[in-house]
C-alpha cells in the first residue's frame, strides 16, 4: 500500500518562505514523477511543479523564480521550496506521485497525498 504524507504548511506573511515536504511510505523501489499541485477556495486543482526521476522539472510560470522543486530518490521524498509568497499562492497543496515500482508491480495510476494548506497573509 502506498501512501503520501504532506508536512510544512502553515501561515505567512507576504514574501516570507515555506518548505513543503512529501514522504511517500510503502515497499517502493523508485517512482517515476512527483509533483505539487495546488487548489484554491472555488478554482480547480492546478500544477505547481513536477520532477521527474531524472531530475528534469517543470513549473507554473507563477512561480518560476520563486518556488524550487527537489526530491530526494533515496527516501522517496519531494520538496517544494516556496519563497517570496505572494497572498495569491494561497491555497491547499497536494503532493503527487505516479509510476510507482513497488516490490509487487508497477503502478502507473497517480497516487495523492491529504493536502496540506497554505496561507499567506498580505
Known amino acids: 500500500q502506498v501512501q503520501l504524507v504532506e508536512s510544512g504548511g502553515g501561515l505567512v506573511q507576504a514574501g516570507g518562505s515555506l518548505r513543503l515536504s512529501c514522504a511517500a511510505s510503502g515497499r517502493i523501489f523508485s517512482i517515476d514523477d512527483m509533483g505539487w499541485y495546488r487548489q484554491a477556495p472555488g478554482k480547480k486543482r492546478e500544477l505547481v511543479a513536477t520532477i521527474r526521476k531524472s531530475g528534469s522539472t517543470d513549473y507554473a510560470d507563477s512561480v518560476k523564480g520563486r518556488f524550487t522543486i527537489s526530491r530526494d530518490n533515496a527516501e522517496n521524498t519531494v520538496y517544494l521550496q516556496m519563497n517570496s509568497l505572494k497572498p495569491e499562492d494561497t491555497a491547499a497543496y497536494y503532493c503527487?506521485?505516479?509510476?510507482?515500482?513497488?516490490?509487487?508491480?508497477?503502478?502507473?495510476?497517480?497516487?495523492w497525498g491529504q493536502g496540506t494548506q497554505v496561507t499567506v497573509s498580505s
Open positions: 503527487k506521485a505516479a509510476g510507482i515500482q513497488t516490490g509487487w508491480s508497477y503502478i502507473s495510476s497517480d497516487y
